[in-house]
């Protein structure tokens, strides 16, 4: 998934602690989430106040539309919050 | 036995860091409110809706891949997470809890020494390690004049540690040292002004921002760039956690922090200070009950903290008027 | 070229032609005139640093660190209560496996005030994951920081380096010194050039969380194995030093007569230049005694103390500081580095030149004295505070 460093023994690793991107996108932070935001596009106005808005820049901006990464979401609810339109909808993850 | 270097698989992901979100094309979109480019990533560890993410995320859009940044002991020390995980793409160093002053000084030095100029050099600290712990080092850093950008951003407690208090805690407010109690022992010392404190050094250009403006913060943050000399911003970054409101709230509860004044949107460049007054308005009561954290007080102690808010409001404004004058004549 | 200078000036100049690129360093007696050259030395353009004027010897060390991360060699000097004041950086600059190199001149920890030599400052860095040299003479100075540079910017080294002289003995006395010129020393030492650095085009960070599970205790083990090397690399590249300056910086300890001495004194700093004049007077009165001098605390010099003292029937170390609660830290370490060694002679401690107090030659004779006595009639006192105003009391 994410290419990071096979750290073993003592002689692995640098001299010091050292690392280096992309590797906090090795960490699924979506596994976090109680709710789940859902943007229901057909009232999306694309004014991308929900990628603005979100702290972990798990909203990407792909051909001009908000597409939220659930690998790292948390569902803190902002982007919900900030829509202008109130098009985000946080639903509650349920196991399946 | 000499140490074995990370395998060389590893070594080619810091050359060309492959950033998803990245634009083929320099240029944003014509719909994106902010400069598009990530350079802090997910996979943080900062809590739900945490206001000093979004601090982070805006200033790293502002400075570009050509920054370095100094990160004292704070929420941000952490956020990157464990080892091996970081959530940026720009050369970054984590550092003591007092010294973000001392060590911009360093890196601007070094690369000074290196004859490189045009690298933004960025320390990070929180409010505890900024107003308590690291004002010896900010204080310096601003006196001989590094060219370096400090940023304190303010969740007005030490959050990393678990709430306790700071010098930069508002007056009224609950933290774990400021606990209420029968002796109703809350925060009772006014908020440390670092603002004012920067201004009493003749630094060239200083700025509060807050999460809540973006724009003005990405601008604020450029204008420090151009500054050949040291400048300070203060940027309001509200912590759920620490100021018990829901996570969605976070952008809300720092507008209204500016619509009623209790955290003002103003700039003071060369001793002139420019504020940015806004149409909204609230009371400083419906900021105060967004947070859990204030909600202990009395109409009474509300009233006094209204007042307060108020009459430095009234402060500030005179300010403007008469530097602004000073400076035309 | 031959001058005459301090043991300060010296620091400074070596500081010069190793070309250090960022210096940082606040104001302390008695190391004061150390950064007055470099400043002077800057502001003429013959030394071209940038020189960070900070606010206090905690920041200095933090500039420096942060300096050295993005790839500058970087140089300061302090004293006492400056460097028990850094000593949290010093712990960092280890861990962050920097190789920063400073010239501490050993002075006492008050309070009382006192400006004057003593080990207790240095000596109370010890864990902190830094080389330490301590030298008996200012040509020592210069030599050791040259040195230094060159096995601390190794790649399988990277650690920091403290270089001592002591307060005034040193830091303030003229000696003739021989100063090379800054070509002899940039073919000696090449530029500082890491691989781990803060580098605009490979991204990295430094100095995250580690977990218990993963990876701190590796790292802890790497400054060990970094030491091990680096002891290793002093006496190898002492040749490459006698090739380049016409004299070999020397071992990690020095021996003076000990080949077939009886009686032998183990001592750091310019008491053990001191010791090497009361060894002669009594090796003129037919004792046969000798001195081993420590020039590196750390990396500590077991095997080759081990070696050094092995035929000797007594030891006694001397300390210009000491652990309360316990004993003088030289003589512990020296101690225990015999323990399991083929040779346990009897040892004694001696705490001596306490804030500066003076330790002449007939001091150490009369140690010498002691020593005997003990060869004689069994050890008694195992640490003595010497030239005490006044009889110890308490256990012995």
């Known amino acids: 998934m994410v290419d990071r460093p096979d750290y073993r023994t003592w002689r692995d690793v640098p001299p010091m602690p050292v690392c280096w991107y992309p590797s906090a996108l090795g960490n699924p932070t979506g596994g976090w989430r109680t709710y789940r935001p859902v943007i229901h596009m057909d009232k999306c106005i694309h004014c991308a106040q929900c990628w603005q808005g979100c702290p972990d820049a798990a909203i990407h901006w792909v051909d001009d539309s908000p597409e939220v990464d659930y690998e790292q979401c948390k569902g803190c609810g902002i982007c919900a919050h900030e829509c202008p339109v109130d098009t985000i909808e946080m639903v509650l993850e349920v196991k399946e | 036995m000499a140490d074995t270097k990370a395998t060389p698989k590893a070594q080619k992901a810091t050359t060309a860091p492959k950033d998803p979100t990245a634009p083929k094309a320099p240029k944003a979109p014509k719909r994106l409110p902010l400069p598009e480019q990530e350079l802090m990533y997910s996979g943080h560890v900062g809590c739900l809706g945490c206001g000093a993410c979004h601090a982070m995320r805006y200033t790293l859009k502002a400075t570009g891949p050509r920054t370095i940044l100094s990160i004292p002991a704070c929420c941000w020390a952490v956020m990157p997470g464990v080892f091996p995980n970081t959530c940026f793409s720009i050369p970054h160093v984590n550092t003591a809890f007092e010294v973000t002053g001392a060590s911009i000084s360093g890196i601007r030095a070094a690369l000074d020494a290196k004859g490189v100029k045009d690298v933004a050099v960025v320390g990070w600290a929180g409010d505890g390690g900024t107003a308590d712990i690291g004002i010896q080092a900010l204080s310096g850093m601003v006196e001989r004049g590094t060219r370096a950008i400090y940023v304190m951003y303010d969740n007005e407690a030490y959050m990393n540690t678990g709430i306790q208090r700071s010098s930069s805690t508002p007056v009224g407010a609950w933290t ?22 920067m201004v009493a050094h003749g630094i060239p250009y200083t700025a509060t921002a807050s999460v809540a403006w973006p724009k003005d913060l990405i601008e604020k943050v450029q204008k420090a760039m151009s500054v050949q000399g040291p400048s300070f911003l203060h940027i309001f970054a509200p912590c759920p956690t620490g100021w018990r409101h829901p996570p969605e709230l976070t952008l809300e509860v720092a507008r209204i922090a500016t619509y009623s004044r209790v955290f003002p949107i103003f700039e003071v460049e060369r001793g002139v200070y420019k504020v940015k007054q806004h149409k909204k308005e609230a009371t400083v009561k419906e900021y105060l009950q967004m947070q859990g954290r204030f909600r202990h007080l009395t109409e009474e102690e509300i009233a006094a903290i209204q007042a307060s808010v108020d009459q430095a409001w009234k402060v500030l404004l005179a300010k403007e008027k008469f530097t602004t004058e000073m400076a035309r004549a | 070229m031959r001058k005459v200078i301090t043991g300060n000036y010296t620091a400074s100049y070596a500081a010069k032609l190793c070309r250090a690129e960022v210096v940082a360093a606040y104001p302390i007696t008695p190391q004061t005139s150390i950064v007055e050259k470099l400043a002077e030395f800057v502001s003429s353009g013959e030394m071209k640093s940038q020189y960070i004027k900070v606010e206090s010897e905690h920041s200095a060390m933090a500039a420096c660190i942060s300096a050295a991360q993005v790839g500058a060699r970087t140089f300061t000097a302090t004293s006492s209560h400056g460097l028990v004041l850094m000593h949290e950086m010093l712990h960092w600059a280890a861990g962050a496996r920097l190789p920063i190199v400073m010239a501490n001149v050993n002075r006492a920890i008050a309070p009382p005030w006192s ?13 902190t994951g830094w080389m330490q040299f301590y030298c008996e003479s200012n040509q020592e100075v210069l030599d050791t920081i040259i040195m230094a540079y060159r096995v601390c ?68 083990y790497k400054i060990q194995h ?33 080949a077939d001495a009886d009686a032998v004194m183990v001592a750091m700093g310019t008491m053990a230049s001191t010791a090497k004049q009361a060894v002669d007077d009594m090796r003129d009165k037919g004792h046969r005694v000798g001195l081993v001098r420590i020039r590196a605390f750390r990396p500590f010099p077991t095997a080759d103390l081990r070696e050094a003292l092995k035929g000797a029937k007594v030891v006694g170390v001397m300390d210009r500081s000491h652990t309360f609660g316990h004993e003088g830290p030289v003589f512990t370490e020296v101690k225990a580095s015999l323990y399991n060694g083929a040779a346990r002679p009897p040892m004694a401690g001696f705490t001596v030149g306490i804030g500066g107090r003076d330790v002449l030659d007939t001091t150490i004779a009369g140690l010498y004295g002691r020593l005997y006595d003990a060869l004689d009639r069994g050890l008694g006192r195992e640490v003595s505070w010497i030239d005490l105003k006044g009889d110890e009391e308490g256990v012995a």
């Open chain 2, 176 to 197: 774990t040292t400021t606990p209420v109690g029968a002796t109703r022992d809350y925060k009772k010392a006014p908020k440390k002004n670092i603002v004012e404190i």
């Open chain 3, 115 to 127: 400006v004057w030599a003593d080990h207790t400052d240095s000596m109370s860095q010890r864990d």
């Open chain 3, 153 to 220: 910017e190794q790649p399988d080294v990277l650690l920091p380096a403290m270089v001592n002289m002591d307060a005034f003995i040193l830091s303030h006395t003229s000696e003739v010194v021989n100063v090379p010129d800054i070509k002899e020393v940039d073919a000696f030492l090449p530029p500082f050039s890491p691989e781990w650095r803060l580098d605009i085009e490979h991204p990295k960070s430094f100095g995250s969380l580690a977990g218990p599970a993963s990876f701190y205790m590796e790292w802890r």
């Open chain 3, 226 to 258: 970094a030491m091990d090397v680096a002891a290793k690399r002093f006496k190898e590249e002492s040749r490459a030093f006698e090739r380049h300056f016409g004299r070999p910086w020397g071992g990690l300890i020095d021996c003076y007569r000990t």
